[in-house]
């Protein structure tokens, strides 16, 4: 019966997305991280992965800022382990942050000779360039469809933009993106003073501006389209709660996100949400799980600090986390997080 049901859901969630009019609503996703750098990048995967499953999104590309080898094998190993390992992957060859991380080791783990987990790509160094992969990509979809979720550097996104006519569009990258791009959802900078240990104010430099601060003043002087960013104070107020990684993976012996999180910092510690909320909100945008500010316009200084001048009909727009919205927010985060790949448990069970 357990069976019968997880194959019953597995046809429902790839039923989802169509409406009354036959044709899929799911959001075509682009995700653009840094993984290997923090946790949340994993956890952020997952949630899509469970969104995807419930046919709110299909994600279409996975461009990795990290340069390192085996970062791009470990986002092959997450889209493995939820059954879409043929989901395209493309790198950067920056510098940027080029060690190896805490956890991305885990595309290397073997057991008794075999992998861990299985997935088809060894090393970054097989992998396409991120812009080859984010042209094609785009060049695929409908006009105004595509939401880019970038969630670490803004390496790749800025030499799409200055990525001229190829074999897959003859559009140079900024009028590629103007195209094809809805939305820029994005996890970076800093909107609201931060308390320190010693509880004093301070403005925030945020990591994902200050590693690559030429990328992001391309990023901000250039995007064509909307930009919603998810600030630094947005994630670190709203933490993932480890007792969710202690108890709500335990579905498979071994599985990639609480793997990372306890190799990056093990329990008991709540990890900031900074990738998630901005999966979510790209997903979800009319849920309520955050407000947005009055539109304006994101400048990043020469130091990396990130500010904010409001301006009617500007391009962007940043999140505002009420206390009230935090309970609901945490609880999406963590059910989706936590979702089973309902296929791939259907196919495993008795």
């Known amino acids: 019966m357990k069976r019968l049901a997880l194959i019953v859901t597995c046809f429902l969630t790839a039923a989802v997305a169509v409406a009354g009019d036959g044709q899929s609503h799911a959001v075509p996703l682009i995700f653009d991280t840094d993984i290997g750098n923090d946790c949340d990048d994993v956890l952020a995967m997952g949630v899509i992965h469970a969104l995807q499953t419930r046919g709110e999104c299909e994600l279409q590309a996975v461009t ?5 080898e ?3 094998p470990f986002a092959d190993v ?5 059954g879409r390992g043929d989901i395209p992957i493309g790198v950067c060859r920056s510098g940027v942050t080029p060690k190896q991380g805490s956890f991305n080791v885990l595309a290397a783990k073997k057991d008794d000779g075999k992998d861990r987990y299985e997935h088809d790509l060894r090393s970054g160094n097989d992998a396409p360039d991120a812009v080859d992969v984010l042209r094609e990509t785009l060049a695929d979809q409908e006009d105004g469809s595509v939401v880019i979720v970038q969630v670490g550097f803004s390496t790749n996104l800025a030499n799409l933009l200055k990525s001229t006519a190829d074999k897959h569009s003859d559009l140079s990258g900024l009028e590629l993106v103007k195209k094809k791009v809805r939305l820029l959802s994005i996890m970076a900078g800093a909107f609201r003073q931060i308390v320190n240990k010693e509880g004093q104010l301070y403005d925030h430099k945020e990591y994902n501006v200050v590693k690559d601060i ?21 994630g670190k107020n ?27 910092i093990p329990p008991p510690h709540d990890r900031p949400t900074w ?10 945008p009319d849920h309520g799980y955050f407000d ?4 304006g316009r994101v400048h990043v200084a020469d130091d990396g600090l990130t500010t904010f001048e409001e301006s009617a009909d500007a391009r962007d727009r940043y999140l505002i986390l009420r206390e009230d919205q935090k309970g609901r927010a945490r609880e999406a985060l963590v059910q989706l997080s936590s979702q ?11």
């Open 64 to 68: 990795i800022t990290k340069d390192h």
């Open 78 to 82: 997450v889209n493995t382990f939820y």
């Open 275 to 284: 990738d998630l909320t901005s999966v979510l909100q790209a997903v979800r």
């Open 214 to 234: 030429p990328a992001a003043k391309t990023l901000v002087q250039d995007w064509p389209t909307p930009i919603i960013w998810s600030g630094f104070e947005i």
């Open 292 to 295: 947005l500010s009055a539109t």
């Open 340 to 350: 089973p790949p309902a296929c791939q448990a259907a196919g495993a069970s008795n």
């Open 70 to 72: 085996l970062a791009a």
């Open 238 to 264: 709203l933490t993932y709660p480890h007792e969710s990684i202690l108890r709500d993976y335990q579905y498979v012996p071994h599985h990639p996100l609480p793997e990372a999180y306890t190799l990056y």
